[in-house]
């Protein structure tokens, strides 16, 4: 398990044993903007990614522990400056650990390539306001995400069908009267949570 405080310190522990919870280590988060918006550990639990208000996501190996996080750069040829690249609010690996799944202030969908080193899908305007939250449908296949946004609006998206421009989400989930929080999915293409701000 993992959590960070409002200190920019990311803290691990074991929880094997629910009782008993044993503190691993602490990571000091580096070029915090504000907060850290969203962690995330891999299925092999060898690498933690998180992200704050910023194109940069950081890279700890958890085995090494190094000081040194690599740094990814969520931001596509077109953009022409670090403050206009996507201000990540939420991101997700992907099942193979191969890619990142990110969600934007500005409602823009990007998947990070580990391989390539580089942003390989971006979808912009995939929401009228930021996406807060962002999880894969399933973390075997990577072809459905869902996405959560302060427009109040949960989106399924098949990558087969994404592009750069004109994108459209294969289903809209409505209900939320305030923005959503937090999406989640079971892991089985099938069942979904949301939380949203709603009083």
């Known amino acids: ?7 920019s310190e990311i803290v691990l522990f074991n929880t094997q044993n629910p009782y008993d919870w044993k503190k691993l ?4 988060a580096q070029q915090v903007q ?3 918006t969203d962690m995330d550990v891999d299925v092999n639990e060898q690498y933690l990614i998180y992200s704050s208000i910023s194109p940069l996501v ?5 085995d090494t522990l190094c000081q040194t996080h690599e740094r990814l750069m969520f931001q596509d040829e077109s953009e022409n400056s670090y403050y206009r690249g996507a201000s990540l609010m ?9 890619e990142i799944l990110g969600g934007s202030k500005s409602g823009s969908i990007l998947i990070y390539d580990l391989v390539q080193k580089a942003v390989t899908t971006t979808v912009r305007d995939a929401h009228e306001d930021e996406i807060n939250s962002v ?6 296949t990577s072809n459905l995400l869902y996405t959560g946004s302060d427009d109040c609006f949960v989106k399924v998206w098949d990558r087969r069908a994404l592009g750069t421009n004109g994108a459209r989400p294969a289903g809209i989930f409505i209900g939320h009267q305030e923005g959503v929080t937090n999406v989640a999915s079971k892991g089985d293409s099938l069942y979904l949570a949301s939380n949203g701000k709603d009083q």
């Open 135 to 140: 999880c894969w449908a399933n973390r075997e």
């Open 25 to 28: 280590s602490m990571i000091e």
């Open 90 to 98: 939420s991101i997700k690996f992907s099942g193979d650990s191969r």
């Open 58 to 62: 950081h890279l700890v190996d958890l």
């Open 1 to 7: 398990m993992y959590y960070c405080s409002s200190q």
């Open 34 to 36: 504000w907060t850290v």
